[in-house]
C-alpha cells in the first residue's frame, strides 16, 4: 500500500533524475518544489490538477496529506549538545492587488507551514514586484538565495507567483576535526582532482549491500545526512535505482565504526524546471488556454508561464547550511564496536540525500561529482 512518504520519495527521485540528465552535478530541494507544486495542485483544477497529483501523490486526490507530512518536516527537535538547529519554511502567494483570488484558496494556503499571501505590483511595475520577491526570498534564505527570478522574468502579463522558500541549518552530531581534513585525490569524470577532504572515525549508521556504500551522518535536531556511494561508477549504477531499491537502501544502515574520508561540498544550482515538469507529465498547466486555475482565481486566463528553483548546499566539518526556493509564475493571456573500523574514502562520484529522520521528508537531493 501506498504513502505519502513513500510518495514523496518516489517523487524526489524523479525530479532528481529529470533535472540531472546528462551526469553532471547537481542539487534540488524536493521538500520546495513539492510545497510549490502543492500550492499549485491545490490552484489547478481538471487535467492540470490530475497531472500534478500524479507526480507528488500518485494520484491521491487529497493534497492535504502531503502538506501534513511537508509541516510534519518542518519542526526538528532541539539541538542537544549542538547548537539548535535553524529551518525556516515560507509558502507565500504574491497576487496583484486587482487580481480576484478566491477565499478557499487562501484557506487551503493555511494549511501549508509558514503559509501567507501578500500583493505585488505585477501589472503596473513588473520589475518592482520581482524585486519584492527576490528580497522575501533572500530574507527566509539568510541572502543564500539573493535572485532567484532572474531579469525580465516577471512582465506586465504576469499576475500572481506560488513562491516556496526554506533554509537549513544543523551541526553534525560528531563534528570532523579542522585538523584532519587533507587535500586527497577525488576521482572525478574530468580526471583526478585535488580536493578538501574532511575525515572521522566514529560510530555511524552504515551498510554495503546491493552495491552500495551507505553512511549516515546524523545532525542535530533529527536531520540526516546520507551519502550514497556505488561500488561501480555512479553514471553505470543510478539508472538501476529505483525508488524502492532507494528506500531499501535508506533502511538498510546499522550503527558500525566508520572510518570516514569525506569531501567537503559546496553546491549551487539554479533550475529552470519548466522542461522537467513537462517530461515528468506535467503539461496541460503550462497551455494557455486550458490550464485552469479556477481554484485560485475566477480570470480563465490564467496559466502558469514558468516554474523557477534553485538549491544551495555546503557541507564542512562542524555541520551543513541548505536553502531552496521554488517560484510557480502565474500569467494571463493578455495578463558495538567492532576491533577493525569500517574505511568508507567517498573519493568518486556519490549521492547525497539531507532528510528529516523522523518522517524520511527529502530537504536536499544531490548528485556530487566534483566537489
Known amino acids: 500500500m501506498t504513502t505519502p512518504e513513500r510518495e514523496h520519495l518516489k517523487f524526489s527521485l524523479a525530479v532528481h533524475r529529470v533535472v540531472a540528465e546528462g551526469g553532471g552535478g547537481s542539487v534540488v530541494s524536493p521538500y520546495s518544489i513539492a510545497s510549490a507544486l502543492g500550492l499549485a495542485a491545490q490552484a489547478a483544477r481538471g487535467p492540470a490538477a490530475e497531472e500534478l497529483l500524479r507526480l507528488l501523490t500518485g494520484g491521491d486526490p487529497d493534497i492535504a496529506k502531503q502538506a501534513d507530512l ?187 565504526q566508520v572510518d570516514l574520508h569525506l569531501p567537503k561540498i559546496g553546491l549551487d544550482v539554479p533550475s529552470d524546471l519548466t522542461g522537467a515538469l513537462r517530461r515528468l507529465g506535467v503539461r496541460t498547466l503550462f497551455q494557455a488556454g486550458e490550464a485552469d486555475l479556477g481554484n485560485l482565481t475566477p480570470d480563465p486566463r490564467a496559466y502558469v508561464s514558468a516554474v523557477q528553483h534553485q538549491s544551495v548546499l555546503k557541507l564542512d566539518e562542524q555541520g551543513l547550511e541548505g536553502a531552496a526556493a521554488t517560484a510557480v509564475m502565474i500569467r494571463t493571456l493578455s495578463m558495538v564496536r567492532p576491533s577493525d573500523p569500517v574505511e568508507v574514502r567517498v573519493d568518486r562520484p556519490f549521492l547525497l540525500l539531507v532528510r528529516h529522520a523522523r518522517t524520511g521528508v527529502v530537504y536536499f537531493f544531490a548528485r556530487v561529482v566534483e566537489p
Not at 518536516?73 to 492587488?97: H, K
Not at 486587482?98 to 477565499?103: F, M, N
Not at 526570498?137 to 502579463?157: C, H, Q
Not at 545526512?225 to 531499491?245: F, K, M, S, Y
Open 70 to 256: 511537508l509541516r510534519a518536516a518542518a519542526t526538528l527537535d532541539e539541538g542537544g549538545r549542538q547548537e539548535n538547529p535553524v529551518l525556516a519554511v515560507a509558502n507565500t502567494l504574491w497576487a496583484w492587488d486587482e487580481l480576484p483570488v478566491h477565499d478557499g484558496f487562501l484557506a487551503d494556503l493555511g494549511g501549508w507551514p509558514g503559509a501567507s499571501s501578500k500583493s505585488a505590483p505585477f501589472v503596473a511595475d513588473p520589475e518592482a514586484a520581482r524585486r519584492a520577491i527576490n528580497a522575501d526570498i533572500a530574507e527566509t534564505t539568510r541572502d543564500l538565495i539573493p535572485e532567484l527570478l532572474p531579469p525580465g522574468s516577471v512582465d506586465a502579463n504576469t499576475v500572481a507567483s506560488l513562491v516556496n522558500a526554506l533554509y537549513l541549518k544543523a551541526a553534525w552530531q560528531h563534528p570532523f576535526r579542522d585538523a584532519n581534513t587533507r587535500d586527497e585525490q577525488f576521482h572525478s569524470p574530468g580526471g583526478p582532482r585535488r580536493v578538501k577532504m574532511m575525515r572521522q572515525s566514529e560510530r555511524l549508521g552504515h551498510a554495503r549491500t546491493d552495491g552500495w556504500q551507505v553512511v549516515e551522518l546524523p545532525g542535530a535536531g533529527g536531520v540526516t545526512a546520507t551519502v550514497l556511494l556505488p561500488d561501480d561508477d555512479l553514471a553505470n549504477q543510478e539508472p538501476d535505482l529505483d525508488a524502492d531499491r532507494l528506500a531499501d537502501l535508506l533502511a538498510a544502515p546499522k550503527q558500525t
